[in-house]
């Protein structure tokens, strides 16, 4: 039975979703056309896929026992019997789009973009929900470390450009195949001597994707990982090739990074190069992890270490050469990443740097009266033709009121027509600064306004 719900709760949002309010999606805006300049300059290419998925493609690709395929995917079955999902990451849609459209007989490497919501069933907290916005890049059909590290530089320059600094690379080599089958084999054995400092989640784990052991965050499995093997030690001399390859491009393009030797991701599809982009922590975070007040009768807080506030992850990504394999394919070399637009979007707004560039209306157009509103409406197209920035107020009649709306929006001009002035053809142009006014024909205004907005700049 579908659970029901009260006449209160349907007129709220879904739980881990939300409504995205006007500067919010100004905010949003900016993220995305700054992303799509770096990404284009660096030859990638825009591309908008279906929110729904055939389910079958994530199942061999994620891994069955990830959580976005065991915990995370919203799944149904249409009428017809169809098995879809809304889409959970972009990935594995993106090398769908690659076969499906016979992009092996374009010049390879075929390079995309893109950018929108995704899903997952996940529990909400700060930053993340269950509706998210994304931004990714995808290098297909290229085995070169270049790509690896030109993706990586690329999510670089959106943060740089957008002001944030702070930001470092934690990367990391999985192998290929064959030499994972030797770590894989070392770190079950590893982990099973140490079966009972692990949490629920990990004893699972241990028998179904022990790689995922290394992602663990609970404390008493992230103190057990910190002896546990390394997958570089178990990496091919290729494998180490190509990783070293990647760190000396990194150096030579001046992005910082820190290699994470227990780094691993998520989903099952990865291979070699694995990374995530973290951002220190704001300063009004550490402020606020160093200041925790103590209750009376704690002990002394001098003897207390405050807690240092976790570093945000804002991007993260790998190579994944086998995953078209996975899905019935020939061998397809790939490699991309993904940057978390609302996570991108909140540490901006906490450190005060505001993407979206405020623009005040060049015009705001006040009429009183039927045939005045006639007027205006005919010399708002006029002037919004001629790239004008306007606002007005066709629902308002009271003079005062709209001359208050000019000037709350910053307008440096105010156009005025009553019923005199529509019926003899003028309008009058105030300037909302110092209040001058002047009565200019209407068919000169377009003109007129043009001029003074020369001189005022």
Known sequence: MPKKISKKEFLKTPKGTRDIMPHDVLVLRAIESKAGEIAEAYGFKPIRTPHIEHAEIFSPTLGETSDIVEKQMYSFK???????????????????????????????????????SFFRHENPQRGRFREFEQFDLEVLGDESSFSDALVIRAFALIFQEMGLKNFIVH?????????????????????????????????????????????????????????????????????????????????????????????????????????????????????ESGESKEPEGAENPADKKPTAPAPVALAAGGRYDYLAENLGQKKLFGVGGALGVDRLAEELAIRGLN???????????????????????????????????????????NLRQQLQLADKAGSATALI??????????????????????????????????KKSKIRN
């Open 78 to 116: 249409t009428r017809g019997g169809d098995n879809l999902v809304l889409r959970p990451e972009w990935t594995v849609p993106a090398v769908r789009v690659y076969f499906e459209h016979g992009m092996q007989s374009w010049t390879q490497p075929v390079m995309f973009y893109t950018f929108g």
């Open 355 to 397: 993407p979206v560039k405020e623009k005040k209306p060049d015009v705001s157009l006040i009429q009183i009266g039927p045939q005045a509103k006639k007027k205006t409406l005919a010399i708002f197209e006029s002037l919004r033709k001629a790239k004008f920035s306007l606002t007005q107020s066709f629902s308002k009649d």
């Open 417 to 450: 027509i009553g019923q005199k002035e529509a019926l003899d053809g003028t309008a009058i142009v105030r300037d909302m600064i110092s209040g001058a006014q002047e009565t200019v024909l209407q068919e000169k205004v377009v003109d007129y306004l043009k």
């Open 171 to 287: 990367i990391n080599t999985l192998g290929d195949k064959e030499c994972r089958a030797d770590f894989r084999k070392e770190l079950l054995a590893y982990y099973r001597r140490k079966i009972n400092s692990l949490c629920k989640n990990c004893r699972q784990r241990l028998k179904t994707n022990p790689l995922r052991l290394l992602d663990c965050k609970e404390p008493s499995c992230v103190e057990v990982k910190a002896d546990a093997p390394k997958t570089i030690d178990f990496s091919c001399q290729s494998c180490r090739a190509h990783f070293k390859s990647v760190l000396e491009l990194l150096d030579e393009l001046n992005v910082p990074y820190f290699l994470d030797p227990h780094l691993v991701r998520g989903l099952d599809y990865y291979s070699r190069t694995v990374f995530e982009i973290f951002l220190e922590a704001s300063p009004e975070k550490k402020k």
